[in-house]
């Protein structure tokens, strides 16, 4: 077990952007954190450790909104919620920057069921970017010349990170 010490020094050294910030900053960050999400103080703390960069983005701002698309866009209460504690690195995600990744989805033929599916499997997509021409790159050559589907690599999203030629 670690003092509340120990994960506070092993998150700032994880990100060390979090030196600029004051204690008071980054408490005040962590008590957003905790509120937005409905945490308790050690579940608070145990996401932060584990993703120290949500505190370097404005959780007040960016969080609640990107929550609320995420329950319309699965068509359940508390999804947002449960897909950023299941991969909290979504949490740095705006609103947008995870529609804009849905209509790339989209416009390469998935239903918006399919796209839930893929989202409850794998809520990582949704942290990619997309739409970027490098990822985009990669979606035209995994459905023109890889052997495998587009439904592949999305069951493995850490494929994507990966140069289209280390992947060939």
């Given at each position: ?15 060390p ?7 008071t ?6 008590a957003?954190l905790?509120?937005?999400?409905d945490l ?15 505190l370097?983005?404005?959780i ?9 698309f ?40 998935y239903?918006q ?16 970017d997309l739409d ?16 495998w ?19 060939a």
């Amino acid at each position: 077990f670690r003092s509340p010490v120990q994960q506070v020094v092993r998150m700032t050294l994880a990100t060390p952007t979090l030196f600029r910030a004051s204690a008071t900053a980054l408490s005040d960050k962590l008590a957003a954190l905790e509120e937005v999400l409905d945490l308790d103080a050690a579940a608070g703390v145990q996401l932060a450790v584990g993703q120290p960069t949500l505190l370097t983005v404005d959780i007040k701002a960016r969080l609640p909104p990107l929550l609320r698309f995420l329950d319309e866009y699965m068509e359940e209460e508390g999804a947002g919620r449960r897909l950023v504690l299941m991969q909290p690195v979504l949490g740095r995600r705006t609103a947008a920057a995870v529609e804009r990744n849905i209509g790339s989805l989209a416009a390469r033929g998935y239903s918006q069921q399919q796209i839930q599916q893929i989202i409850n499997k794998q809520p990582i997509t949704l942290a990619l970017d997309l739409d970027s021409p490098l990822q985009r790159q990669k979606l035209d050559w995994i459905e023109r010349v890889s052997p495998w589907t587009l439904d592949d690599f999305l069951a493995t999203p850490t494929y994507f990170l990966y140069t289209t030629r280390r992947l060939a």
